[in-house]
């Protein structure tokens, strides 16, 4: 397989389309005896794959049962929830500590991690350890929508592989150039999206939609690139894609991709378009600086139970949320620690959406 291919497997059984897909990719003559392959998914909650925000143990056990038929012993699934959240918990709830079992590979929470610094132009990072660690690392994303950068598929799975502390720097930086500068300090060898049931609504899931497809790249922009067409986006519109492709970690040349689709007899034809729900909902209500994902996804799922609930069009006052608050007075509701000097703000980092939902609903409400 070269760098400038991709290649697309249709089909509803996951597990059997990696194998297959790896397979015609001929992605064992990459592969040599003793390596220490690594297998980054995106586990970015303690929800399973069905839920649309993370990537199915189907799909993750294609690769190993692919791995170990080449000859491959060492493996490590490796992964850091987002902030607030449990990676632990998430092995548990989405069927990897069963997988870990059953296939006796090592299952890494980074979060346990120590991390190394890299520097990347004019930026300093810091990345987990054993990512950097591996032999070759292959990044599992799930195609999906993220409420702050439209799509999160290969570039931003790299993500989980920074401490806690850099994932809130990261959204204070703006996230699109450090998701863009990781992955020149981490380049993935290979990856492989889970594009089964991705939630195109919301990263942390809930809004599945079923796609019935995997897809196989090396090169991350062309793979996000790809993606974001899928989805209706030019890869202009996501910035930490034209980020990438020009501090050189790959090419979003579409035009010069060789592109091979296998089992197009099962293709799910339906147009896929992300939803614009989580845009609407905060239009002119909420005003977010550097807000990290966690915080901003349990804001946006509060204020749609609230739309369920028919009590939205109650919160009067601008809502504040992200750590560009943070020292700032603000004459409206803050959400989460960084707005403490807001009027009134919603205690924790993050917050959860039910006490976001109680807090809006009642402002004078305060979480235990
Ligand atoms: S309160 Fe929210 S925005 Fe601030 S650091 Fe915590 S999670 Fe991030």
């Keep these: ?24 990719a001929h992605i064992a003559a ?27 143990p189907q799909a993750v ?54 991390f190394s610094k890299k520097t990347v132009g004019d930026l300093e990072l810091k990345i987990c350890n054993q990512a950097l660690s591996v032999d070759f690392l292959i990044s599992m994303p799930v195609l999906k929508a993220h409420c702050q950068t ?16 850099e994932k809130r720097r990261f959204h204070s930086l703006g996230l699109h150039k450090p998701i863009a500068y990781i992955n020149k ?28 497809r995997i897809f196989l790249a090396m090169d991350p922009v062309l793979m996000d690139t790809y993606a974001a067409s899928l989805l209706g986006y030019a890869k202009e519109e996501i910035d930490y894609i034209a980020i990438a492709e020009n501090i050189g970690v790959g090419s979003g040349d579409l035009s010069q991709a060789k592109i091979y ?17 989580a845009r609407q909902l905060a239009a002119g209500r909420v005003t977010a600086q550097a807000a990290c994902s966690a915080c901003y996804g349990s804001l946006i799922h ?13 919160v009067k006052q601008p809502i504040y949320i992200g750590q560009g608050f943070r020292g700032k007075a603000r004459n409206g509701l803050g959400i989460g620690q960084c707005t403490s000097k807001c009027r009134q703000f919603v205690k924790g980092c993050p917050p959860a959406a039910k006490d976001i939902v109680d807090f809006l609903e009642n402002p004078h409400f305060t979480p235990n």
Excluded at 1 to 24: C, F, S, W
Excluded at 34 to 40: E, N, R, T, W
Excluded at 302 to 314: D, F, I, Y
């Design 1 to 24: 397989m070269e760098k400038n291919e991709i290649h697309i497997i249709y089909g509803t059984n996951p597990r059997n389309m990696v194998y297959d897909v790896l397979t015609q």
């Design 30 to 56: 990459k592969l040599r005896p003793g390596m220490h392959i690594g297998i980054k998914p995106n586990l970015v909650v303690a929800k399973p794959a069905d839920s649309g925000a993370t990537t199915s």
């Design 61 to 114: 056990e294609g690769v190993i049962q692919y791995l170990q038929d080449n000859g491959i012993e060492n493996i490590t699934i490796m992964e850091g929830s987002w902030v607030g959240d449990s990676t632990k918990q998430a092995y548990k709830v989405c069927g990897y500590a069963a997988i870990a079992k059953k296939y006796n590979v090592h299952l890494v929470d980074l979060k346990d991690d120590q």
């Design 150 to 165: 439209l799509i999160t598929c290969a570039l931003k799975n790299m993500k989980g592989c920074i401490p806690d502390s």
């Design 185 to 212: 300090a981490l380049a993935p060898d290979l990856i492989v999206v889970d594009g089964m049931c991705g939630d195109l609504t919301f990263e942390e899931g809930g809004s599945p939609v079923q796609m019935d």
């Design 261 to 277: 689709e296998h089992h197009v007899e099962a293709k799910n034809n339906h147009t896929f378009r992300p939803s614009n729900r």
């Design 302 to 314: 509060a204020l749609q139970r609230m739309s369920e609930n028919k009590t939205l069009p109650a």
